[in-house]
C-alpha cells in the first residue's frame, strides 16, 4: 500500500514538473515569434525620389510586401512599387501631408480596404501653421487612416481621398453605432477638404 501511494506522489510530482517545463518552454517560444526579425524586403532610398506620388527625401525606408523567398531584408534595388506596405523617413525627416509633418505611411493591412494610415510628428508642427484639421487630428493623438480611390497615389490629393477611416484607435468608422465616434471622423474628413 505504501509502495501504491509512493508510486502516485511521485507521477503527481512528475506531472507537475513536466507541466512547468511546458509552460516555461511555451513562454520562450512565444517570445521568440515576437521577436523575431522583420524579414520584408526593404530598400533605403539613395537620393529624394518620387514614388506612389509622393517626394521621399533622401535615406527613407520603402518595406514591400514579400513575394519570393529570396526577398528578404535590405535590397540593392527597388522593388516593385505596387508592393509597397511601408514608407518611414528617416530619423528626424518628415514631409508635409495635409499641413501635418508626418514620418510615416504604411498601408492598410486588411486586403479588403484601400488605402493607408498616416503617423504625424506635432512637435514640428508651427502655431502659425495649426489648422482645424491639425487641431482635431492631434486631438486624437494618433495614425491618421485613409481610405483611397486609387491605392498607387498617397499623396495629399483631395480627389482621390474618400473618408478617413479612422484616428488613433480612438476613432473607427467600424464602430458604425457610435455616434460620437462617426460624427468626429466626419468633421475631420470635412476639416481635411478644406485644405488647400
Known amino acids: ?80 512599387e505596387k508592393d509597397i506596405v511601408e514608407v518611414s523617413f528617416v530619423n ?14 504604411v498601408k492598410f493591412y486588411n486586403s479588403e480596404m484601400r488605402g493607408f494610415s498616416v503617423y504625424p510628428d506635432f512637435s514640428k508642427l508651427e502655431d502659425n501653421q495649426k489648422t482645424e484639421f491639425s487641431s482635431l487630428w492631434q486631438s486624437c493623438d494618433g495614425d491618421l487612416g485613409i481610405t483611397v480611390k486609387k491605392v498607387e497615389d498617397w499623396s495629399f490629393n483631395k480627389e482621390n481621398i474618400l473618408d478617413v477611416q479612422s484616428c488613433s484607435v480612438s476613432f473607427q468608422r467600424y464602430f458604425t453605432e457610435d455616434t460620437k465616434q462617426q460624427m468626429f471622423l466626419d468633421s475631420l474628413h470635412v476639416a481635411l477638404m478644406k485644405i488647400e
Open 92 to 105: 528626424g525627416a518628415t514631409i508635409d501631408w495635409g499641413g501635418v509633418p508626418i514620418t510615416s505611411m
Open 1 to 80: 500500500m505504501k509502495k501504491h501511494k509512493a508510486l502516485i506522489i511521485f507521477g503527481v510530482i512528475i506531472l507537475v514538473i513536466a507541466g512547468g517545463f511546458y509552460a516555461y518552454l511555451s513562454a520562450l517560444a512565444s517570445v521568440w515569434t515576437l521577436n523575431k526579425p522583420d524579414k520584408r524586403p526593404f530598400f533605403i532610398v539613395p537620393e529624394p525620389t518620387v514614388l506612389k506620388r509622393v517626394m521621399l527625401p533622401k535615406g527613407t525606408k520603402i518595406v514591400y510586401e514579400r513575394q519570393f523567398f529570396w526577398e528578404k531584408y535590405e535590397q540593392k534595388e527597388p522593388l516593385k
